[in-house]
Structure formats: structure tokens, C-alpha cells
């Protein structure tokens, strides 16, 4: 019985940085970028809400 590519575990793309890269295919380093620049996104995301929150508690103690 033949596996079909949707029975297949799919690989896990995952990036260490400072890994070596020359193993890596056009389209794995592709992959790579378009995974770090959505991780890139929500830390800026979440370093919004912080300063958000951290500004907003600043004009409540504010004398």
C-alpha cells in the first residue's frame, strides 16, 4: 500500500540562528524568511501592546 504525500509527516521548518546554511535549498531559505519576517511582525505586535499598556499605567500615576 502506497503512502499518499498527505499521510506523510510533514517536516517542522524551524530556524536556529547562526545555523549553517549552505545545506539549505532556494526554497528552504524562502521558507525561512517568510517565517521569520511573521515572527518579526508579532514581536513589533507585542512590543506595541507593552508600551501601550506601560504608557497608559504611566498617565494613571502621573501627579
Known amino acids: 500500500m502506497a503512502i499518499d ?4 509527516p510533514r517536516r517542522k ?3 536556529e540562528i547562526g545555523q549553517d ?3 539549505l ?4 531559505l524562502n ?3 517568510v517565517l521569520l519576517t511573521a515572527e518579526v ?5 507585542e512590543m506595541a501592546k ?3 499598556s506601560r504608557e ?3 498617565n494613571v500615576f502621573k501627579t
Open 41 to 45: 511582525e508579532r514581536l513589533k505586535t
Open 31 to 33: 521558507e525561512r524568511i
Open 56 to 58: 497608559a499605567a504611566n
Open 25 to 28: 535549498s532556494v526554497e528552504d
Open 5 to 8: 504525500d498527505e499521510d506523510k
Open 13 to 15: 521548518i524551524g530556524h
Open 50 to 52: 507593552k508600551r501601550a
Open 21 to 23: 546554511l549552505s545545506l
